[in-house]
DNA sequence: ACTGAAATCTCCATTGT
DNA sequence: ACAATGGAGATTTCAGT
């Protein structure tokens, strides 16, 4: 069985029909207000078929959010810092209490368990470091069972996208 | 000089007004999509004021892009991976020579400028393990000037937001 | 700066191929 | 499964306060 078409390197499940669906999510990912209009133009079809497949993934999930992103230092919220936590406790009850705390914690924008000596890594944004500062002392450090921390500060934005980009 | 209102909390250059801007933002976080109308209701203006405020917060820069964000499982890119790179030297040219190439890698989603032992933090997405070795080692380890190269795979995602809370 | 209304354009459902 | 059309509703502009 060979296997050569795009539908066909598909899992089983696919969540993308063709093409088409790669070139309306391509357009999408980069402007979520991109009207279907202009997208059937752009993608040499009308307008219906469009809709029907946007309206698709949205449905099947693989469309997860309409959003709008902020510029972080005109905000107030220039400071981005990497921050690894490792936890005392391992018992599955002591991480999803970790979990729900880092939930309600705004600062924290994304958290993942990781492989390595740390359990977890966050991404927190903070305006200064004064702020920062307080964050790690008064919510972090407090956290029950946490362990070790580590900070790590990111100096520059290299490059930073949501664009998935399917090349093959 | 009391610094009560929100107001003179801002920088010198304050890109937000007051708290409508505030609200309106928030809405827009959460979902790029919703109608002007619908922004209006809920904080009880109508529809030009609120028509107005995001015109202004996209020409001063604070609304960066209204993006559409996809679910990595179910487009193929379910294996997310931090990854550490240090480089051998530190000239100027040697890191802008790297920032050039890391902006054409597909895989990699953001990258970051970082503090300790390594110089750049990547976070990268493939398909599965094999398409991250792919990566690793035909395309990053290939890129010139690169020093020690260190992975951490991501297990689990705890938490994923773009949404920027002011709480004060 | 906000309100309210008028004009333009987009969406979305229906119909037809 | 895609193209075309018309009514519903949104965006956008422009008066007035």
Redesign the pocket.
């Known amino acids: 069985m060979p296997k050569s078409s795009l539908k066909e390197q598909m899992p089983s499940t696919a969540f993308l ?2 093409e ?1 669906d790669i070139a309306i999510l391509a357009l999408l990912q980069a402007n979520a ?8 133009e752009k993608i ?12 698709r993934m949205e449905a099947n999930g693989v469309i997860k959010q309409y959003a709008t992103l902020v510029d972080h230092n005109k905000v107030n919220k220039g400071l981005m810092v990497i921050c690894y936590v490792s936890l005392k406790a391992h018992s599955k009850n002591a991480g999803v209490k970790f979990i729900n705390t880092i939930n309600e914690l705004n600062e924290v924008i994304e958290c993942y368990s990781i492989s390595g000596e740390f359990d977890f890594m966050l991404k927190v944004m903070a305006a200064n470091m004064e702020d920062y500062y307080n964050f790690h002392v008064n919510k972090l450090s407090q956290i029950e069972n946490i362990g070790h921390v580590q900070s790590v500060f990111v100096m520059g934005i290299i490059k930073q996208t949501h664009q998935l980009v399917y090349d093959r």
């Open positions: 029909q063709d088409k207000r991109i009207t279907v209009k202009e997208i059937a040499h079809l009308s307008t219906s078929p469009v809709h029907d497949r946007i309206k």
